[in-house]
């Protein structure tokens, strides 16, 4: 596979055409932003680890029937994927209370929300990506009833898939963001999972082992990613 020119480079990974016009390579960097990259910085590994973490999970994802834009690993920082239509609508479920639901409605941190709940946000780094709903998505244009539907759908069946994955590995899955776009008319994840889009919390003492340690400055983020991975089974080699 060629790779062309580079479409797009956004806070952590960079986007290249191929020769192919249905595949891209997306190369996951180590550069490492929060607070919609207020904060930037390098962190060594991040983009190995991220790569190698995100296709162990699409692999999980479709081998529970889940469609995914994963197709395979191409280098340590490098995976060939589909090329979708982005839909502009980012999917968060939570199953523990924290970061923006915490700051948003007071709840106190650590509470178990039952049943998890289902959030749409805009992707849309200039607005600070606010909180949209179905009406908005659809009145704007930005996903149709019938898309919302699907995505809200494939989100919650992750859901039943990483929860068990995790939990497996003494983790809990407190939240995450998917995002999906369009192949040939379907809806298919697309983006990345790993300890960046999601939070991730070891089951016993409740400590944080995802993107929170980078937001909240605690130190060790690359290591507490390769921990979850390890617990997983993730191949870091
Ligand atoms: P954010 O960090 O808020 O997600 P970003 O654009 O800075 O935004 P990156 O992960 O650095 O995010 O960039 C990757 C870009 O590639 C994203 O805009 C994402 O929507 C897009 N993308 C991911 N998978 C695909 C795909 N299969 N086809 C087309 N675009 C994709
Ligand atoms: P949330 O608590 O709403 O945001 P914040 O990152 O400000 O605390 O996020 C819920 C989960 O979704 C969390 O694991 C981070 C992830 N997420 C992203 O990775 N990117 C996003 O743009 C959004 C809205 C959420």
Redesign the pocket.
């Known amino acids: 596979m060629d790779k062309r020119q580079e479409l797009y480079a956004g806070k952590a990974k960079s986007v290249y055409a191929t020769d192919d016009p249905d595949r891209l390579i997306l190369h996951f960097r180590d550069d490492t932003s929060a607070f919609d990259g207020e904060r930037m910085e390098s962190l060594a590994r991040k983009g190995k680890v991220n790569n190698r973490f995100n296709a162990f999970i699409m692999e999980k994802l479709q081998a529970a029937g889940i469609p995914t834009h994963y197709e395979r690993l191409l280098s340590d920082t490098e995976s060939v994927v589909k090329k979708l239509d982005m839909l502009p609508v980012?999917c968060?479920i939570?199953n523990i209370a924290?970061?923006?639901?915490v700051k948003r409605l007071g709840v106190e941190e650590g509470s178990e929300l039952a049943p998890p709940t289902f959030e749409l946000?805009l992707?849309n780094d200039a607005l600070h990506?606010p909180m949209i709903n179905e009406s908005l998505a659809e009145t704007f244009g930005w996903a149709t009833p019938e898309q919302l539907a699907e995505m809200k759908s494939l989100t919650y069946r992750v859901n039943d898939v990483l929860k068990q994955l995790f939990a497996d590995g003494d983790l809990l899955l407190v939240?995450?963001?998917l995002e999906f776009g369009l192949f040939n008319g379907e809806i298919v994840l697309g983006d990345e999972f790993s300890p960046?889009?999601?939070?991730l919390w070891d089951a016993k003492t409740r400590e944080k082992l995802?993107k929170d340690r980078f937001r909240q400055g605690l130190g060790g983020v690359i290591e507490a990613y390769e921990e979850v991975g390890r617990r997983i089974g993730v191949d870091f080699s």
């Open positions: 980012e968060v939570r924290a970061g923006g639901l946000f992707k990506d939240d995450y963001k960046d889009g999601c939070r995802d």
